[in-house]
């Protein structure tokens, strides 16, 4: 579907006016091959208006002056050599020019930028967790089945990293510079601060330390509606499906001792302790009667121990039993 549009539109863009909406419609006209013969049309249309509205010597000394500083080794051009119509043709043609030359220096300067940033990633598999230091000399505590995103140099803006998965962040405090980690459709935004996420099914946001803003990404994947302002000992857990924000309380401790491999479970269903002992350990558990799953149980969890502990501490506290053979672990109710 082709894309129009008129004089006055292309001189916002010119002079930088445009919404974002009308910097992309102009943007989408140009890319359009037939753009020269959509000019002519334009030239035939607003023929008829232009007849009342003449530039002045200062517009005109003013096209002239502008032109020649961004085609500075082609010819300049003097209106007062062509008739109306003529002038009107070439202003056209000196804006389209300009339009053309202005769309194309932005492209450039996009794909320089990006070019100039390298990206590492570091992904954790199952069974495996790791400490990473950022460039900014912020930690980053990732959890199993998790991976991160991150500029190797932070740029002069913002320090912005992608994390799928969980983590928890000790960030470097650094006013001029605010650290954003996005997470799918979320985003947190801090100064300096430690917190973790967890992005695994809904995105949970706890704080242990300092002020941390938690907002949603349009579809562009610029910032929009802000969630939450969460401070020491809240939690935020968003879930894509009912795009609803949730606020409850936790333990800051609990937060903090995360990074250390220790989950504490309140009131937690069987299936979810299991899904995070299967990332810790590299296993598959499985339920000899799946109406187990769903069992909830408060506990605490290491990382730091071998797995016969924990499921010794579930089958204890649920009465169950366990059955391990390599890394396939099956649970069943006591005989």
Not at 313 to 322: F, G, N, R
Request: proline residues 3%.
């Amino acid at each position: 579907m082709a894309v129009s549009v008129d004089r006055e539109l292309l001189t916002k863009y010119i002079r930088k006016e445009c919404s974002t909406s009308e910097k992309q419609q102009v943007e989408a006209f140009l890319f359009q091959p037939e753009w020269k013969e959509a000019l002519e049309e334009l030239l035939k249309e607003d023929f008829e208006t232009f007849e009342h509205t003449a530039y002045t010597d200062s517009e005109n000394a003013g096209w002239n002056q502008h032109f020649r500083e961004n085609y500075a080794n082609r010819k300049s051009y003097s209106f007062s050599r062509y008739s109306r119509w003529m002038r009107y043709a070439a202003a056209c043609l000196i804006l389209f020019s300009m339009c053309l030359w202005y769309f194309n220096a932005n492209q450039k300067t996009a794909i320089t930028e990006h070019q100039r940033v390298v990206m590492l990633e570091y992904t954790n598999p199952r069974g495996q967790r790791a400490v990473i230091t950022l460039p900014d000399s912020s930690v980053v505590h990732l959890d199993a089945l998790s991976s991160i995103r991150y500029p190797k140099k932070f740029g002069s803006a913002d320090r912005e990293v992608i994390l799928s998965g969980a983590a928890f962040f000790e960030v470097k405090p650094d006013k001029n510079h605010p650290f954003t980690v996005q997470t799918g459709a979320v985003q947190t935004k801090v100064l300096g601060t430690s917190f973790k996420i967890d992005a695994f099914k809904k995105v949970v946001v706890s704080v242990a330390t300092g002020k941390v803003q938690v907002a949603k990404l349009d579809h562009t994947g610029a910032t929009g509606k802000a969630l939450a302002i969460l401070t020491p000992g809240q939690k935020l857990s968003w879930d894509a499906g009912t795009d609803k924000p949730t606020l409850n309380q936790v333990d800051i401790d609990e937060v903090k001792e995360w990074s250390k491999g220790k989950v504490v479970f309140a009131n937690a269903s069987l299936a979810e302790i299991a899904e995070t002992l299967e990332r810790w350990y590299n296993v598959d558990i499985s339920f000899a009667d799946e109406k187990m799953a769903g069992a909830r149980l408060s506990l605490i969890v290491k990382a730091t121990v071998p797995i016969q502990y924990s499921l010794d501490i579930i089958c204890s506290t649920a009465h169950l039993s366990y059955k391990l053979t390599g890394n396939k672990i099956t649970i069943a109710h006591k005989p």
